[in-house]
């Protein structure tokens, strides 16, 4: 593809002295650059790619984009074309979206953004579309999919260069809908600019990622842009009337279709004559079309919300009513989201991705409503982000549990013991114990439960390493927990 292509949409402070170069890729890390491609000056949070510009030219780059003019006397003598933007990372989802066609306008791409709730969502929205008989793809938290192909996802949403490859993968794969989890992160970053959504989905919003966005402000700010800057002017937006969050993107979404959904009178879905138990959900859904019966494996309140948003999001775009309900009954449970362990135990026991104060308060209450026995949480904090939230779960965690296990969630480079102390000064009962050790943690939990009682594993979810000092160690609280039970039943 000639450069002056690539460039087009692209903001930059002057012309290239050569447009017309043939690129035959684009780079944004030089040690992937080769002979044609573009190289792209990014400026991370750690690295700056400026600093590798002249390195990815001797890799055989053809041409670089960048903003910091320090670059110039170093590079004028390589050969290479210079192009100077006003923000080489925003100047990179242009380029990528230029460079694979704009995929997105070929798809029918559905957003999800908010705190809690965007994978189990985005994982119902699939099942409804699926049983529509579409062909969906999937970039996400837990994995990327592209029909039944899975690829490992390194970010809920990645860059924009990796994130316009995946999609021009699904469309040359026939895949006619793409639902994918976007992050603030992302938004912020500019990761899915230059993609064009059709609809868009507010779960809520809670603190989280303050250590990036430091106000709640930006935090919102960041999530509003979905809706502000990405959805096609005649998209819908499916928004949570309860949040009050949600009530105040409702005020500002200018243009297309609006729908809320909620519990409370005034969402156009609304859930009723909820029906919560161990093997699943049942509730009533009303919408304009009238009332329509909810049967689902999944469990708890913050899964009524997924599944009114997935049908919210999936009515938007003409899914008839009988396929939803039966694409809502077919989706299972999600890896790490209230994932029930059966070791044959006889309590229950649950690993969970909650790791919000939010989320942690959700995932009690629903345990509390399952069960008339003990709720016993382990539960930690991760290093190197928020920690204004680690006294506040540490009071949620010992208000409404019974007894609390505190111990490491991905300390990362910060002392874990330290951590732990921010979490402790929130205590406010003394029905806990503190545990580094997240394998020994969890072993004592099971060692509590009797009959009845609910075992909750909070924090990591899915993943399956704990970061440690800038090292990733396997670990996987689902193999951790499923051992411990049975070590249990060894010593009875």
């Not at 069960?371 to 920690?387: L, S």
Request: proline share 3%.
């Amino acid at each position: 593809m000639k450069l002056g292509m690539l460039l087009e949409g692209v903001a930059m402070t002057g012309s290239p002295a050569d447009s017309g170069v043939d690129i035959t890729g684009i780079a944004y890390d030089s040690r992937k650059a080769g002979k044609g491609n573009l190289f792209v000056a990014v400026r991370g949070e750690h690295v700056d790619g400026h600093v590798f510009a002249a390195d990815a030219v001797r890799r055989g780059a053809a041409a670089v984009v960048y903003d910091k003019p320090q670059v110039e006397p170093e590079l004028a003598a390589s050969g290479a074309v210079l192009v100077r933007v006003q923000d080489s990372r925003r100047a990179l989802a242009p380029l990528s979206a230029n460079f694979y066609g704009r995929p997105s306008q070929k798809l029918g791409m559905i957003g999800i953004t908010g705190t809690n709730g965007k994978t189990t969502t985005s994982y119902l929205i699939k099942s409804i579309l699926e049983t529509w008989g579409r062909k969906v793809g999937l970039i996400g938290t837990i994995q990327y999919m592209v029909g039944t192909k899975v690829f490992r996802a390194d970010h809920t949403t990645p860059e924009a260069l990796e994130f316009q490859a995946m999609l021009r993968q699904m469309v040359d794969a026939g895949c006619s809908h793409v639902v994918s989890e976007v992050s603030s992160h992302a938004l912020a970053q500019g990761r899915v600019d230059d993609t064009v959504f059709g609809t868009a989905v507010f779960t809520n919003l809670t603190r989280d990622h303050l250590d990036f966005h430091r106000t709640m402000e930006a935090y919102f700010d960041a999530k509003e842009r979905l809706f502000r800057d990405l959805l096609h002017p005649g998209g819908a937006s499916v928004i949570n009337y309860d949040d009050i969050w949600g009530r105040r993107l409702m005020a500002r979404v200018s243009a297309g279709t609006v729908v809320t959904y909620g519990l409370e009178t005034g969402a156009d879905i609304r859930a009723a004559d909820i029906d919560n138990a161990f093997d699943g959900l049942r509730f009533a859904l009303f919408s304009r079309d009238g009332r329509h019966e909810v049967v689902s494996s999944l469990t708890g309140l913050p899964n009524v919300y997924n599944i009114l948003a997935a049908a919210g999001a999936a009515a938007a775009i003409g899914v008839p009513w009988k396929v939803i309900l039966e694409g809502v009954s077919q989706a299972g449970p999600v890896k790490g989201r209230f994932e029930k362990i059966d070791a044959g135990q006889s309590f229950l026991a649950v690993v969970d991705y909650a790791h919000t104060e939010d989320a942690l308060e959700r995932l009690i209450y629903t345990a509390r409503g399952l069960t008339d026995g003990k709720v016993i949480t382990v539960f930690g904090c991760g290093g190197d982000r928020d920690r204004g939230k680690r006294p506040r779960m540490g009071a949620l965690a010992t208000k409404y549990s019974d007894f609390v296990v505190m111990t490491t969630d991905n300390p990362r480079s910060e002392d874990p013991l330290e951590i732990l102390r921010e979490i402790e000064r929130g205590a406010v009962r003394s029905n806990y114990l503190i545990e580094p050790d997240r394998q020994v943690a969890i072993r004592k939990a099971v060692m509590m439960a009797d009959e009845h009682d609910v075992v909750l594993v909070a924090g990591k979810g899915h993943e399956q390493y704990q970061e440690v000092a800038g090292t990733r160690i396997a670990f996987s609280d689902r193999a951790v927990l499923e051992e411990a039970i049975h070590r249990l039943s060894e010593k009875k």
